[in-house]
C-alpha cells in the first residue's frame, strides 16, 4: 500500500487506514501524513518532503 498523501510504502502491519463516510478509503504512514490531509486540509503538491503521484 502507498500512503494516501506522501506516497511512501507503508510496510505491512504498521500505519493506518481511514474509511470516510462516502466509502472511499485512506491509507497513512505516520500521523503526520493524517493530521496534514484530513485535519488541515493541505494538498501534498505544496511540500518537498511529500510526493504525491505524477511528481
Known sequence: MKCSFCSTNIEKG???MFI????KIF???SNKCE??????????????WAK???R
Request: charged content about 30%.
Open 14 to 16: 504498521t500505519g493506518k
Open 20 to 23: 470516510h463516510s462516502g466509502g
Open 27 to 29: 491509507y497513512y504512514c
Open 35 to 48: 493530521k496534514n490531509q484530513q485535519k488541515l486540509g493541505r494538498d501534498p503538491r505544496n511540500f518537498k
Open 52 to 54: 504525491p503521484e505524477g
